[in-house]
């Protein structure tokens, strides 16, 4: 593996594209959607932290849990892509570097720990030797496979820089801020992305001609979005992992 200075991808991050060169227009795109998706990440955060005062009985206070949580599973999403090299597909060092800002903004995440485990995913799904995102062959049910499933990329470095960083924050930041629009959007996303792009795709039986062991929610793309940006639609991104989330619908 090379390092994120490379003018190279990984043969990782090779697998999805047909070629390591798209053209400029793609790379554009796939940049901006990047942009737009960690901007408004941090934008709606900071607000939320600095700016917000908490109103425990009115329903807003609630409510705004919810856009944050869709931009942290968007954060996950757009390193998900990088690591497909589909964000700057002729720019891998950028697509590198912005895989790596989004993953670590997503609660410390590291790129580079993240990369050989999705592929290892991709190269042998549903098999519970090989497969980091599967259960262990006998624990199918939701909460057991989760725990393997965080066991395999939760660290004890991210929940340390996490409690640092908490601890720091709340010197001059309000700590139910921090806890409502921080952290609790950082779990609750890691639930969605958990539920919506590995339990309910992988589990079960599948046909026998069905060579991604996976399956896809209905053809309903206002739905796809909002619950995890068309990742839902996972037999698609399996057989087509080339193509970045924001044109995953048109495969459907």
């Known amino acids: 593996m090379v390092t994120v200075g490379s003018d190279e991808m990984t043969a990782a991050e090779m697998t ?5 060169v798209r053209p400029a227009r793609a790379d554009q795109r796939g940049v ?5 998706v960690i901007s408004a990440w941090a934008s709606l955060l900071t607000w ?3 700016e917000y005062s908490i109103r425990w009985t009115s329903p807003f206070t609630w409510l705004l849990v919810l856009p944050m949580t869709h931009l942290y599973t968007g954060l996950f999403i757009t390193a998900h892509d990088a690591m497909h090299g589909t964000v700057a597909p002729a720019r891998p060092r950028l697509n590198r570097a912005l895989g790596t800002v989004a993953a670590f903004l997503f609660a410390f995440n590291w790129y580079g720990r993240l990369l050989p485990r999705h592929h290892l995913h991709h190269r042998h799904v549903a098999s519970p030797d090989l497969d980091p995102d599967f259960h262990d ?12 499933f965080a066991w395999h990329y939760v660290t004890v470095w991210q929940v340390l820089a996490m409690a640092v960083t908490y601890n720091l924050l709340k010197l001059v930041v309000p700590m139910e801020n921090l806890i409502l629009y921080w952290i ?3 779990v609750l996303a890691t639930l969605q992305l958990f539920y919506f792009g590995t339990y309910r795709p992988h589990r079960g039986e599948h046909a026998p001609n069905n060579p991604h062991f996976a399956r896809s929610q209905p053809r309903q793309h206002v739905w796809a979005f909002l619950s995890c940006y068309f990742f839902g639609y996972h037999y698609e991104h399996h057989d087509e992992p080339g193509v970045p989330w924001w044109l995953l619908w048109k495969t459907r």
């Open 48 to 50: 939320l932290l600095t």
């Open 32 to 36: 901006v959607v990047a942009l737009l």
């Open 184 to 186: 609790a959007p950082a």
């Open 16 to 20: 999805a594209a047909p070629s390591s």
């Open 137 to 148: 062959g006998h624990h199918s049910h939701f909460l057991p496979w989760f725990g393997r």
